[in-house]
């Protein structure tokens, strides 16, 4: 029987900053609140360390790298709830500097995670948010860096405003074939696969909130958000705010009251808008 209930979702939520925004939502959300991870063990292990906090989330598997996984995710939250009103997209990947892995495979890699298999998990359970839902792509503010990396010619791309998903992804993908090429600081873009691959988010965010504005469903927000430097397996540890700091606006805009009008298809840190 489907249940009525509210539901949200966070990805690659077993440990670090997304483990945090769970925690942080069974504390101050009105429904259910569920736990993913590609590993089913690890995710009832992080599962079973809430419970022990009193906080009673639920745990589905969940890999964005495999269309089937999201697929059946999918399947799950249609069949018990009848829809989506929370997603936080917060899985990613990240090479440490001193990674000895070859530029060209950082650039695929990261950007296959961060940007096609958000975007993609995003096109799969956009059709179940329900109207006064919050989706918060979890980003960083070192896109701010990797845009200002790149030509004048390829920032005005991903700045235009008349820019499309399609057109975004073609932009995203010249990047990965640049640096395969070893030609992407010659073609203009940045140097860091990580910062490349949230500049897509970032602007996958942005067109992502304009065309949810031509959606029938009311009141669907959608924003990115920059955590922080967190104290995290992804920062070796190296950050100046715990996981808990580090979910705080995640959080803030995952619980947005209803028909808020800003923040909205921005991009946010520590509870303000950044100028992207």
């Known amino acids: 029987m489907t249940s009525t209930k509210r539901v949200a979702v966070v990805t690659g939520s077993n440990k670090g900053i997304g483990f945090a925004v769970v925690r ?5 959300y009105d429904g259910d609140v569920c736990l993913t991870a590609r590993d089913e063990g690890r995710g ?23 269309q089937s996984s999201v697929e059946r995710l999918k399947s799950f939250l249609q ?11 917060n899985a990613g990947i990240a090479y440490r500097n001193a990674d000895p892995a070859p530029f060209a495979e950082q650039a695929e890699f990261t950007c296959k995670t961060n940007f096609w298999a958000t975007l993609e998990s995003s096109r799969i359970l956009f059709p179940l948010l329900r109207p006064h839902a919050r989706v918060v792509n979890v980003s960083s503010v070192l896109a701010h860096r990797a845009i200002s990396q ?8 991903f700045r235009d405003p008349a820019l499309t998903m399609d057109g975004l ?4 993908q010249e990047f990965v074939d640049a640096a395969k090429a070893g030609k992407h600081r010659e073609q203009g873009f940045p140097s860091s696969a990580y910062g490349a691959s949230k500049i897509g988010k970032n602007i996958m ?4 909130d304009r065309d949810m504005r031509n959606d029938p469903r ?3 927000v959608i924003n990115a958000c920059c955590p922080g430097h967190v104290q995290t397996d992804m920062s070796r540890q190296t950050g100046s705010k715990n996981i808990d700091e580090g979910a705080d606006s995640i959080v803030y805009l995952a619980l947005l009251a209803r028909n808020t009008t800003t923040p909205k298809g ?10 992207w």
Request: charged share 25%; with cysteine; hydrophobic share 40%.
């Open 24 to 28: 942080g939502l069974c504390k101050s």
């Open 44 to 66: 009832q292990a992080a599962v079973a360390d809430l419970n022990k906090e009193g906080l009673r989330p639920k745990f589905h598997q969940l890999d964005i790298n495999d």
């Open 79 to 89: 069949t018990t709830y009848g829809g989506l009103d929370v997603l936080v997209n």
């Open 150 to 157: 790149c030509s004048p010619a390829v920032q005005g791309r």
């Open 169 to 172: 992804e073609k932009i995203m």
């Open 205 to 208: 965010t942005i067109i992502q």
């Open 218 to 220: 009311e009141d669907i």
């Open 266 to 275: 921005n991009f946010v840190a520590d509870r303000t808008i950044l100028q």
